[in-house]
């Protein structure tokens, strides 16, 4: 099992020194990973030092962009406004999840519109604790976008037109499958501890090549997904939310 790592919580007013130590390890052993930019960042939990910020940080998203690092938009505003879990129900709480396809077209378009002015532009799309619903889907497609990083499984499969990048059911078994396929550890950045980031380093330097970066896996081919595979789906996500909360 390939692993790829998403970085989620990504915005101009993150924990800059944390953020940059991780980058630091991933740049030392080479592995580029997919970030989860908020267009606005209004959400005061994710606020964190400025140390070491950059000056523009649409320029510095751009600049990571072209060392081979890919992007996805993270929600709009990151403020969880329904206690719907939708779909993929790892959490009982949604930016989008219950709201109806109108409202959630209009404020995904808005993320779309501010990632435009600042010239960027992607076609993934990390929803706020992993939830979201038929109609953040469908609105999601209307306005373009064609993968979501989401999904349990060991390879890339198609639903209703998206693409979906699955994520590690847990990080320990992961590591130490030797089944064929991916993955994707999701990493928060302003949470890790120094505990966290020995165990990274640990992870990164005893697999060598188990890690992999981000567009590796989206040049992978996807599947279709089956009825089965919904079912059995649904029935890991439930066992996960029990097991830990994943935000
Ligand atoms: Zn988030």
Redesign the pocket.
Known sequence: MKIAIRL??ITECMDWPKFLRFKGLLDYYGIKPLI?VIPLCTDETLKGSSEGAPEDFWQYVKDLSGEGWSLAM??VN?IYTTDKGGLFPLNRFSEFAGLPYEEQLENLAYGVDIFNEHGIETRMFMA??HSYDQNTLKALKSLGFEALTDGFGNKPYTYIGLTFYPISFRQSSSLRSKKEGYTTFTVHTNTLNDKDFERYEKYFKEHPGKFVSYAEYMAVTPVKRSVFGGFAERFMVLLKRTLVRM?
């Open positions: 989620d919580d989860g993270h929600g990151h706020p604790a935000i």
